[in-house]
């Protein structure tokens, strides 16, 4: 049987597992990178991060996540950080057939969060069945920087403009 191509996905927000509430911009930044990555394949219909992050927080199943965003496809994540160390955990899943369709578990050094950012994207894309223009994968490794400390205030930064308080703001 010939693997199905997806259409459309949802990257629902990736919990943080970490105890620590101040390493929340990082499992939001991922979630909001990943989206905006992959909204540049062209025939794969991105759910937008205002859309998703309605479900932040909540404890709720993929399967009604994704009949409720009407995609045929989601992925989720989990992220753990101790210290240096940074574990992602993801899990693409077809919610057609109700099954993981593939899953990874990265362990990286927090520097590392870029490149990591486009193994999972690329890893994804490879794996909705989605064929690629040269055009578009060019597009797909774009680098907005190569400093991880750019990039990880980059991400805080971010996170805190979402809030759209002025403590946060500030």
Known sequence: ????????????????????????????????SII??????PQLRVIPRSTVFRFKG?????????????????????????????????????????SQVWGEQYRRKINDVISLQE??????SRRLQTALSWETRKDLAKRLTENPEAYKLYLQG?????????????
């Open 158 to 170: 971010r996170y805190f403009w979402q809030k759209r308080r002025a403590p946060e703001l500030r």
């Open 119 to 124: 193994e999972i994207v690329s890893e994804v």
């Open 36 to 41: 905006n990555t992959l909204t540049r394949i």
């Open 58 to 98: 909540k404890d709720i199943d993929p399967q009604e996540a994704g009949n409720t965003l009407k995609v045929s496809a989601v992925l989720t994540g989990r992220v753990t950080q101790h210290g240096e160390e940074l574990n992602v955990q993801v899990d693409l899943i077809d919610l057609r057939t109700q």
């Open 1 to 32: 049987k010939a693997p199905q191509s997806f259409d459309s996905l949802a990257v629902l927000p990736f919990v943080n597992a970490t105890a620590d509430p101040g390493s929340e911009y990082l499992s939001d930044g991922m979630t909001e």
